[in-house]
């Protein structure tokens, strides 16, 4: 016969769950933010070297290289207006694997872009969206100061080494699509590690 008397078990509320989940897997989630910040500030930069190779590709002269490159620019300050506000409005989570798909595909089509216009169009959509990484807060939501300074050497080691990259990787047969491809695939291979790693209800 059930106790009369027993307590009632107490309801965990919405905050508290929260704050139970984002504590799991600590180390998986310092490594992750890690990554997954450097994969996108390398993308993000990884076309600097790369610039002499597309003007000769796309017989563009110096003003169309400037042209693509302060694409770029401005892509980068509409993704830095656009995706913090978003981030701080929806699940964090879905912001930033949106943003990891999207900046993805863009990179991938940049290697078959048939024109320079078209090229930068790809390099805009994977830079603005590059910076939803404000959104990697979810993986690291317990320990701010230290996220700030994990975000700093992350993206200053993604800034540094994305030309690196570009140019380590355009020595091969295809200078144009690898670089590209590589770090396409690393892009999307986060995607599923993220969504095991930050639970949807710790975001």
Not at 107 to 128: D, E, K, N, Y
Not at 182 to 203: E, F, G, M
Request: charge should be positive; proline fraction near 7%; charged fraction near 10%.
């Amino acid at each position: 016969m059930p106790d009369a008397h027993r307590a009632p078990a107490k309801a965990i509320s919405p905050s508290a769950l929260k704050s139970n989940l984002a504590s799991v897997r600590p180390r998986w989630r310092l490594t992750l933010t890690a990554l997954t910040l450097f994969t996108l500030l390398t993308s993000a930069n990884l076309c600097s070297p790369l610039f002499p190779l597309l003007a000769e590709h796309f017989d563009a002269g110096s003003l169309g290289i400037t042209l693509s490159f302060s694409s770029y620019v401005v892509a980068l300050i509409i993704g830095l207006l656009l995706f913090r506000r978003v981030a701080d409005l929806v699940n964090r989570r879905t912001v930033l694997v949106a943003a990891l798909i999207l900046t993805a595909i863009a990179t991938a089509a940049s290697a078959f872009a048939p024109s320079l216009g078209w090229f930068s169009v790809a390099r805009s959509i994977a830079c603005a969206t590059g910076t939803a990484s404000g959104a990697l807060r979810i993986l690291l939501p317990h320990n701010p100061a230290f996220a700030a300074r994990l975000t700093l050497l992350s993206t200053s080691g993604g800034v540094a080494l994305g030309p690196v990259f570009g140019g380590l990787l355009s020595l091969g047969p295809a200078p144009l699509v690898t670089p590209f491809l590589v770090v396409a695939i690393a892009l999307a291979a986060l995607v599923p590690v993220i969504l095991i790693v930050a639970p949807h209800q710790a975001c």
